[in-house]
């Protein structure tokens, strides 16, 4: 009666498991290093930010479409109002 199992002669099993864990290990060491780089990243807070943002906003053209901000608008000051025109007719 022949073994219903083959005896290997080179072991190529373990040296493709050994390689896997490898492969796992260095993928897990290189998501590591981009964690750590992403938790040393300057960080400011929300605070600090917004007083940065209101700061901008201050010296930036005045945004009649945040009248919160600006206050309200005289009609003929308007920029967003419609144009209208000057002439009553074209002659030709």
Do not use: H
């Not at 780089?37 to 005045?62: C, G, H, Q, W, Y």
Request: net charge positive.
């Amino acid at each position: 009666m022949s073994a219903p199992y083959e005896i290997r002669n080179n072991d190529t099993g373990r040296s493709k498991k050994q390689s896997m864990a490898e492969l796992k290990l260095r993928r897990l060491n290189e998501l590591n290093q981009r964690l750590q780089e992403d938790l040393n990243r300057r960080r400011i807070p929300v605070s600090e930010a917004s007083m940065d943002l209101i700061a901008f906003t201050d010296k930036e053209p005045k945004d009649f479409m945040v009248p919160s901000r600006w206050g309200t608008i005289d009609k003929r000051d308007d920029p967003y109002a419609p144009q209208q025109s000057g002439g009553c007719c074209i002659i030709m």
